[in-house]
């Protein structure tokens, strides 16, 4: 039996994520009634329950399940749709969604800045997600990254920078646990690091790699709260230039070998149009500076 009504099936996810017809209807913007119309609508028609009913709300039988499914990634697709269209217009308006990593956000701020400041009809929304936001797809606009050189097809992939890092401790943690000499006194030192063991960063890597396995005692995938941990002296941490400042020590200056490649991302359907050559001219130049 075909199911003619998108609306319809927009109701029956909001319904299974929020479990409850009011959290559906306010989420939708509609009255609590059309919620439960639309339910009873598409149960009539499919000829299945798709909703167990009790007290504290509603729970998704498996066909409910299945269908909020397709509501899910139907939804999905409608956004990122709206991405490349509104990308592909003629002004400097509306969303600009630029994906990129917690740690790369003080160097963007600059650019931001300027952004708002000269295009006061964009909206400058900043994606932070380890997953690598699929930028044919519409998940974004642009996307500044870290480490190799993206090789995804149909981008347009520009070098912005090569960022030295430098291993950072705050002077309490000094003082208390000494000054590490040379690499193999690392090995009696705590460290701050990333939420995942398979960091891609160089100077992540390089650490790994140390014959004697390092002590890491905070992990998160929040570069302030990494950097937050070492002001407050858990430990030593890598940091680039734009994280540091008077509160920290720097252990060991920058190496070749620890330094990563800031790249700037574009799709080859969106790069030439107005929003993302004004959002792609103001970030070389604030890296530029």
């Not at 401790?169 to 090995?187: C, F, K, N």
């Not at 050559?277 to 530029?288: C, L, N, S, W």
Request: hydrophobic fraction near 45%; include cysteine.
């Amino acid at each position: 039996m075909s199911i003619e009504s998108w609306d319809e099936i927009r109701t029956a996810w909001q319904v299974a994520r929020a479990g409850t017809v009011s959290g559906a209807a306010d989420a939708l913007g509609v009255h609590h009634a059309t919620v439960i119309r639309h339910i009873d609508a598409l149960e009539a028609r499919l000829g299945v329950k798709l909703f167990q009913r009790h007290a504290r709300g509603y729970t998704p039988t498996e066909a409910g399940n299945a269908l909020a499914q397709v509501g899910r990634v139907t939804e999905e697709q409608f956004a990122q749709l709206g991405t490349r269209l509104t990308g592909a217009g003629t002004g400097i308006e509306g969303d600009l969604v630029i994906t990129t990593l917690p740690a790369l956000i003080p160097m963007l701020r600059p650019a931001i800045n300027e952004l708002a400041e000269n295009y006061p009809d964009l909206v400058i929304r900043i994606q932070t997600d380890r997953r690598v936001l699929r930028l044919e797809y519409g998940e974004a606009h642009l996307a500044v990254r870290a480490g190799p050189r993206p090789t995804e097809p149909d981008n347009v992939v520009q070098a912005l920078a090569q960022c030295p890092v430098g291993l950072y401790a705050s002077a309490a943690y000094l003082a208390r646990h000494g000054t590490p000499a040379d690499d193999a006194a690392l090995a009696d030192h705590r460290f701050i690091g990333e939420e995942y063991d398979d960091d891609r960063a160089p100077f992540a890597q390089w650490l790994s790699k140390l014959s004697v396995k390092p002590h890491v005692v905070f992990r998160s995938n929040e570069a302030g709260a990494r950097r937050a941990a070492i002001v407050d002296g858990l430990g030593l941490g890598f940091l680039a230039p734009t994280e540091t400042g008077s509160d920290l020590v720097q252990v060991m200056p920058s190496r070749p070998e620890w330094e990563f490649t800031v790249w700037m991302v574009t799709h080859v359907d969106l790069h030439r149009t107005p929003k993302v050559q004004a959002a792609v001219r103001v970030i070389k130049d604030a890296f530029r500076q």
